[in-house]
């Protein structure tokens, strides 16, 4: 009788409260009677087709799960191939091959890069000589991480930069003295990493693929090419000065509970001394990674390796691991799926919500809603809206359905459109309210050190600390590098 009365007492509410108003969303938003259209400024009309609002109540039952993780993530992203189909929103044959999407396969062989890393031994090695320069204060350790992941997602794509931090940043936890308890050190340390890899990877084209694909988008429409080392100068001011604002952030809502480690250096030292020579596998490893890091960072330079996906790239690194025997099948078998689930989801929402024309209805609504406003509201408006939709769906999906609504508004505004493209850059790269906004935000959710709630909880100041300094640079530091803003009075 007590024990039935225990397992009754233990009944998880919360859970089946959250559970249901996802379930209670979705059927409010599919049942409804047909919505209106979004009519943009030049009269075009984007009706919201039956799939199309199927879509954004997909949508909405996904976020509420995820951020309330009521089931596993990655299970989550398996009831969102499963409403598309059930409800008809879109065929099986294309939901669910969206699961298998070449960024999901990219950020998988992004993990087993971390893997190698880690089994070979490379990632304590290099935690080791990181400590040895950054020393025992815990809030130099949070620095020198933050500076190290910004600084490599300026070459490498930052799924990549934070599947190879990820091991690195157990292996410093370690040595912290709380076993894998969640600290506050701990949450600092593997969100900061998340939402640094982030900040860095807007600095140049290689850290993400958006970058590109927002400029050739921007040709397009406006006849102006953007230049590699234009982007990287407008940019760079941008992505490090959130870097060390995230390292002031997070030294205030996580500050760690020790301010120190007492003879972390000594010991640092002392571990890296007994792993003696590198090994076979470590070398093997560290050549092929760099290999591909190389050749996919030519691929901006080089006209016949562009044509090469960078995911076919990234998986030849998966393939020579057991070619030469670095891993072998247990390690396959440990590969986190519901991370990868988590991702194979994401894409799938994302491009339901694109094909389906919702995502396209839900930006023209946001953004004529602002075609009267002053020019510096309408142009955070986009920030805000893009930074919105960075966090649910893919961020080349983000800026590719605003800046068509947001570059046909800003003449009537007096806006030069360059400073539409580069505020959405900005944002697009900073998703911090979602673990599905990036691949970093859902490799650092594996270290356990905190919950999706965490991590949303934390998002909301963070992400009002990028609108502000996004702000800044609309009126203040992109002017004064010589961005046009405004445009001339009857340009």
């Not at 998880?12 to 249901?20: C, E, N, Q, Y």
């Not at 490599?152 to 912290?176: E, K, N």
């Not at 396209?360 to 075609?371: E, P, R, Y």
């Amino acid at each position: 009788m007590e024990t039935a009365r225990t397992a009754k007492s233990a009944f998880d509410w919360k859970r089946l409260v959250f559970m249901l108003t996802g379930v209670l969303l979705f059927a409010i938003v599919y049942y409804s009677a047909p919505w209106p259209d979004a009519i943009d400024p030049m009269g075009e009309h984007f009706p919201l087709s039956v799939e199309a609002k199927g879509a954004i109540a997909v949508f909405l039952l996904a976020g509420t799960w995820w951020v309330f993780e009521v089931v596993p993530i990655g299970i989550t992203s398996l009831m969102i191939g499963i409403l598309q189909v059930m409800f008809l929103i879109r065929p099986a044959k294309v939901a669910f091959k969206d699961f298998m999407d070449p960024s999901v396969l990219f950020i998988f062989a992004s993990i087993m890069i971390g893997l190698v890393f880690t089994k070979t031994g490379l990632t304590k090695r290099l935690a080791y000589k990181m400590l040895d320069i950054v020393g025992e204060r815990t809030s130099m350790i949070y620095l020198g991480v933050f500076v190290v992941t910004a600084a490599l997602t300026h070459i490498m794509a930052h799924t990549a930069v934070a599947a190879t931090i990820y091991p690195l940043l157990l292996a410093i936890y370690a040595l912290y003295g709380e076993g894998d308890r969640p600290t506050k050190f701990g949450k600092g340390l593997f969100i900061g990493m998340a939402y640094v890899a982030g900040a860095g990877s807007i600095v140049t084209l290689l850290g993400a693929a958006r970058g590109a694909v927002a400029l050739g988008f921007f040709k397009e429409i406006v006849g102006v090419d953007v230049g590699f080392f234009e982007l990287t100068y407008y940019m760079a001011p941008i992505g490090w000065a959130m870097t060390f604002l995230l390292w002031g952030f997070f030294m205030i809502v996580c500050k760690p509970e020790k301010d120190r480690i007492p003879g972390l250096r000594e010991k640092a030292r002392e571990l890296n001394a007994k792993m003696g020579g590198l090994t076979r596998n470590e070398i093997l490893a560290a050549i092929i990674v760099a290999s591909v890091i190389i050749i996919m960072s030519l691929r901006a330079f080089v006209p016949a390796l562009k044509a090469v996906d960078k995911t076919a790239i990234i998986l030849c690194s998966s393939v020579l691991f057991f070619i030469f025997k670095i891993l072998d099948l247990k390690d396959l078998e440990d590969i986190p799926w519901n991370i990868i689930l988590l991702f194979a989801g994401a894409m799938s929402i994302g491009f339901c919500l694109w094909e389906t024309g919702a995502a396209k209805w839900m930006a023209v609504n946001w953004l004529v809603m602002f075609q009267d406003a002053n020019w510096f509201v309408f142009v955070m408006s986009i920030a805000f809206f893009v930074m919105i939709m960075t966090n649910f769906i893919m961020n080349v999906a983000a800026i590719a359905i605003s800046l068509p609504v947001a570059l046909v508004i800003a003449p009537y505004l007096g806006v030069a459109p360059e400073v539409i493209l580069y505020a959405s850059l900005v944002m697009a790269g900073m998703p911090f309210l979602l673990l599905v906004g990036a691949a970093p935000n859902a490799i650092a959710y594996d270290s356990g050190q905190f919950t999706t709630g965490e991590f949303f909880g934390w998002g909301i100041p963070a992400s009002l600390l990028l609108m502000v300094l996004v702000g800044a640079a609309i009126l203040v530091i992109w002017p004064l590098m010589g961005m046009p803003i405004t445009l001339p009075a009857g340009g």
